[in-house]
């Protein structure tokens, strides 16, 4: 039997504003076993831009990354936010290294082939090396992973969190039993975006392209979806859509994902 | 005996252009045995501040890091210039990693105490965790590490790089043979600054003395030897000034120091 290994991508304002970072830091460090971290923090590289004088360009969810903009959220992603969750989690006596998919050859992309839309600098993921980080998480070491990822060349590449975490998940699930857990703002998967009460607790693949075609899940939920059932299909144990208060409780709430 | 172990500490212009950055990381790629890179990033810093309408100060060569310019160089040193730089070491099958003083708990500091100057966030090193890294540059793969550092707390605090480099060659002296290299952009240490030929093979503590008193040693490289020295005293093999052709040649021009 493969020790549990907890993967838990956090996005939003959960990390980029200290207050509640620390109080996510918390409940994240209180989860038994094993575990990653991936971040987000588009709102930071969208205010840093602004204030550098840069416009964020936008297409279904996914940033436009020009050279300026990847510089960017090399800074931001890279740097800011993922230092201040590592040094965060060494104030907790949490043994943390922060790492983006250049770091130990952690995620190789390729740059994103242009067919519609020109999304520049973003990496669509082509491998996962979990052979440098392995023995680092069997001594208790947690990886802090910003979603950024390279091309083997040289260059720094730009990628979606969501698909960052899921990538990660897939790639140890042949070493570890792995829970992937996406943590953000609401309980879970709502059947009513503007009903907090209307959490779909258990989703089969069936229901979710049942929602999917009726409009009831759209939007970013979308593409998160798609890469935990992924997932789920390459050997991932379970996978969670939650908020910090389903995290802290021991994934007791949210939503669970299932293939049938 | 011990393995040899080189740290080389880089800064000024060299890693902040791309063009010369990938010639300095190849240059360092080929050296060989056991490495350890120990990055500056002052002038992207201040670039990027201005850009963001913050004003450097510096006092004697410091940065004074105020909460803002704190975020600018966690941004810039632990984001944008440490990144390029794994990311070239990759491009060239050199397996490396990322790291601040946060990351593995390499570096601890406190934050300078006020006294005549207020530095802001700069950080006076108390500890290096030479643990959590050891296996991994035995295992082969090369820290790049930034002028970083933490305390322990959830601070996040500003190094200086050469202090950085030579309290990491301390702290690895008792585990490996060090050499502690500075690479910048003259041939070594100087007795006519203007005269590029006038450099200074030999360096003894006590003509570094007279050189001080007489003013022929000053500004930046009085601490730089200063640190250099330092770590002389505490166990380090050897400790180079040189310059990227001084690096390439494998350390057959440059000043090195001596404590007799």
Redesign the interface.
């Known amino acids: 039997m493969h020790d549990r290994l907890t993967i838990v991508k956090v996005g939003g304002k959960v990390v980029e504003e200290l207050d509640s970072l620390?109080a996510f830091i918390k409940d994240f460090a209180s989860i038994a076993g094993q575990k990653i971290l991936v971040h987000g923090g588009g709102r930071s590289a969208t205010a840093?831009a602004q204030?550098?004088?840069l416009e964020t360009k936008m297409v279904e969810g996914r940033r436009i990354t020009d050279q300026n903009m990847l510089?960017v959220v090399?800074?931001?992603?890279?740097?800011?936010v993922?230092?201040?969750i590592?040094?965060?989690l060494?104030?907790l006596n949490k043994?943390?290294?922060?790492?983006?998919g250049?770091?130990?050859?952690l995620v190789r992309a390729v740059k994103r082939p242009v067919k519609d839309i020109d999304y520049g600098y973003a990496g669509d993921v082509t491998g996962v090396n979990t052979e440098?980080i392995e023995?680092?998480i069997k001594n208790g070491?947690i990886p802090v992973v910003a979603p950024?990822t390279?091309d083997?060349?040289?260059?720094?590449l730009n990628t979606n969190a969501d698909t960052m975490a899921a990538e990660l998940a897939k790639a140890f699930a042949s070493v570890f039993r792995v829970s992937l857990v996406y943590c953000f703002e609401k309980k879970g998967v709502l059947s009513n975006p503007a009903d907090d009460d209307s959490l779909i607790a258990n989703l089969s693949y069936e229901m979710f392209d049942e929602y999917k075609e009726s409009g009831v899940i759209n939007d970013g939920m979308v593409p998160k979806l798609d890469n935990g059932f992924a997932a789920l299909k390459r050997g991932v144990s379970e996978v969670f859509i939650t908020n910090i208060k389903g995290l802290s409780s021991g994934l007791s709430s949210g939503t669970l994902l299932s293939l049938d």
């Open positions: 620390k840093i204030q550098l004088g510089d090399v800074m931001v992603y890279g740097g800011l993922n230092k201040n590592v040094a965060q060494q104030a043994q943390a290294v922060g790492l983006t250049a770091d130990l050859d440098q023995d680092l070491v950024l390279h083997g060349k040289g260059q720094m």
